[in-house]
T-cell receptor, first 114, second 114 residues
Framework: EAQVTQNPRYLITVTGKKLTVTCSQN?????MSWYRQDPGLGLRQIYYSMNVEVTDKGDVPEGYKVSRKEKRNFPLILESPSPNQTSLYFC?????????????FGQGTRLTVV | GEDVEQSLFLSVREGDSSVINCTYTDSSSTYLYWYKQEPGAGLQLLTYIFSNMDMKQDQRLTVLLNKKDKHLSLRIADTQTGDSAIYFC??????????????FGAGTRLTVKP
């Protein structure tokens, strides 16, 4: 089954404790991205990756890091989480080519930073 | 920057039609999308429309695009309780090679009352 898998689904952590949210897709997609969803703001892009070893900042990259060592994985790293990073996070992937490229979303990771 | 705007809430009775509206500002938008997010789940693509189309119909869903006014709407006929969800409008400028990013609205929470 084609899917984007995020882990964990729920996470409560303390300020300053490094964490990683994993994202994996099995569709051989080139493009992957991370979004955060906040009430009244919709989805805002944090980082994206056009392909292996190619990453770039989205609209709200501060406080986050990513890596793309393999095509299928795109982890989101919070080196020193802060309460304003409490949010619902979504990973998405899509083929790079094609005039219309549907984005496939993971189930979401609800992060609470206390 | 470019904005995508939607009203936040809509409530209808089961069997009625629902119309969810969206406005966008980027005149270079090539594709416009409607995504559905059910509680606790990721986003699922419902339908999309290319900017040279005025209307697209898919079973109970009708998408209308007024490119002059930059207005997009999603009509759900015979709305059912299973249609209760958050609906996101999104737009993408299809010619960029640097970022496959979509811009999302804040989402409209549709509540269907029995």
């Amino acid at each position: 089954e084609a899917q984007v898998t995020q882990n964990p689904r729920y996470l409560i952590t303390v300020t300053g404790k490094k964490l990683t949210v994993t994202c994996s897709q099995n569709m051989n997609h080139e493009y992957m991205s991370w979004y955060r969803q906040d009430p009244g703001l919709g989805l805002r892009q944090i980082y994206y990756s056009m392909n292996v070893e190619v990453t770039d900042k989205g609209d709200v990259p501060e406080g986050y890091k990513v890596s793309r060592k393999e095509k299928r994985n795109f982890p989101l790293i919070l080196e020193s989480p802060s309460p304003n990073q409490t949010s619902l996070y979504f990973c998405a992937s899509s083929p790079e080519t094609g005039l219309n490229t549907e984005a496939f979303f993971g189930q979401g990771t609800r992060l609470t930073v206390v | 920057g470019e904005d995508v705007e939607q009203s936040l809430f809509l409530s209808v009775r089961e069997g009625d039609s629902s119309v969810i509206n969206c406005t966008y500002t980027d005149s270079s938008s090539t594709y416009l999308y409607w995504y559905k997010q059910e509680p606790g789940a990721g986003l699922q693509l419902l339908t999309y429309i290319f900017s040279n189309m005025d209307m697209k119909q898919d079973q109970r869903l009708t998408v209308l695009l007024n490119k002059k006014d930059k207005h997009l709407s999603l009509r759900i006929a015979d709305t059912q309780t299973g249609d209760s969800a958050i609906y996101f409008c999104a737009e993408k400028e299809g010619h960029t090679l640097s970022n496959n990013d979509m811009r999302f609205g804040a989402g409209t929470r549709l509540t269907v009352k029995p």
